[in-house]
């Protein structure tokens, strides 16, 4: 069987919570590729912020 091939453009938070629930399927057949060009998945830009009046949760 031909695998669906997901292709996620930005590894941000939006981008990782949806990789990470799609993996929860557990389907076999699909094949997830996540285009991030930071170190760290799941960051962005709101919790890769340096300054501490930005976190605000
Ligand atoms: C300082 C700050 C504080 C915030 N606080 C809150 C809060 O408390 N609550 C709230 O709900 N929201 C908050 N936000 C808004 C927050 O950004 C969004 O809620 C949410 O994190 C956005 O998720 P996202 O996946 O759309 O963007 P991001 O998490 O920013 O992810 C986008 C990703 O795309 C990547 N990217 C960009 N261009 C490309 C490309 N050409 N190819 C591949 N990858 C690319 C980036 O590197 C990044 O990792 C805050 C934002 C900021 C800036």
């Given at each position: ?9 930005g590894?941000g938070?939006?981008g990782t919570?949806l990789?990470?629930?799609l993996l929860r399927?557990?389907d076999d057949?699909v ?5 991030e060009?930071?170190?760290?998945l799941?960051?962005?830009v709101?919790?890769?912020?340096q300054d ?6």
């Amino acid at each position: 069987m031909i695998k669906r091939q997901i292709v996620i453009v930005g590894g941000g938070f939006s981008g990782t919570a949806l990789a990470i629930q799609l993996l929860r399927q557990n389907d076999d057949q699909v094949a997830i590729t996540l285009i991030e060009p930071r170190d760290d998945l799941g960051e962005g830009v709101a919790y890769s912020t340096q300054d501490p009046a930005h976190r605000i949760n």
